[in-house]
T-cell receptor, first 116, second 112 residues
Framework: DVKVTQSSRYLVKRTGEKVFLECVQD?????MFWYRQDPGLGLRLIYF???????EKGDIPEGYSVSREKKERFSLILESASTNQTSMYLC???????????????FGPGTRLTVL | QKEVEQNSGPLSVPEGAIASLNCTYS??????FFWYRQYSGKSPELIMS????GDKEDGRFTAQLNKASQYVSLLIRDSQPSDSATYLC????????????FGAGTRLAVHP
């Protein structure tokens, strides 16, 4: 079974703090993704990575950065947390395959981040 | 803008009935389609994948795909209260690192 783990289930931080969210997958997947999910807004892609040290912006990258130093690990960084970054953060991974074919994503359990 | 549309619901069905969830997508080049189930407070769980026109059955779940109409659906037979969740439709957009576009989800409520 594919396993995607995230470093914390719940996290409470103060405005202005630097926040690290970590994601690890054990299936040797090339692609990894960070989403946030908010009521009424659905899943929104923040960043994704298709290889070590490679990253691409998603739909809402502002205020976030990412790091992928090893294939199995993808980190999301909030440089200076703000209250509007309070959300559920979900990491996912998938194989690369041929573009547009297959590509099912497997999600971690999520991190519910509250910024006070 | 590539889009995936779902009726937000809630879709309310009695226990034992068939629940029918629908999804339309805008990218005609899409080749892979997925259904995820998400319980409240939990992360999405993949329940069905479909790549070819027609039906694909897995237990009580049947996914249906019609690429000409750009339409994908999920049928849940013999619905159970434990099926109550939000169901997300996701489409693999052509030409982009296997990114998925997710619909906003349909909330299903199965009542005893």
């Amino acid at each position: 079974d594919v396993k995607v783990t995230q470093s914390s289930r719940y996290l409470v931080k103060r405005t202005g703090e630097k926040v690290f969210l970590e994601c690890v997958q054990d299936m040797d997947h090339e692609n990894m993704f960070w989403y946030r999910q908010d009521p009424g807004l659905g899943l929104r892609l923040i960043y994704f990575s298709y290889d070590v040290k490679m990253k691409e912006k998603g739909d809402i990258p502002e205020g976030y950065s990412v790091s992928r130093e090893k294939k199995e690990r993808f980190s999301l960084i909030l440089e200076s947390a703000s209250t509007n970054q309070t959300s559920m953060y979900l990491c996912a991974s998938s194989t690369q395959g041929a573009s547009g074919r297959y590509g099912e994503q497997f999600f971690g359990p999520g991190t519910r981040l509250t910024v006070l | 803008q590539k889009e995936v549309e779902q009726n937000s619901g809630p879709l309310s069905v009695p226990e034992g009935a068939i629940a029918s969830l629908n999804c339309t997508y805008s990218d005609r080049g899409s080749q892979s389609f997925f259904w995820y189930r998400q319980y409240s407070g939990k992360s999405p769980e993949l329940i069905m994948s479909i790549y070819s026109n027609g039906d694909k059955e897995d237990g009580r779940f049947t996914a249906q795909l019609n690429k000409a109409s750009q339409y994908v659906s999920l049928l849940i037979r013999d619905s159970q209260p434990s099926d109550s969740a939000t169901y997300l439709c996701a489409v693999n957009i052509a030409g982009g690192y296997n990114k998925l576009i997710f619909g906003a989800g349909t909330r299903l409520a199965v009542h005893p």
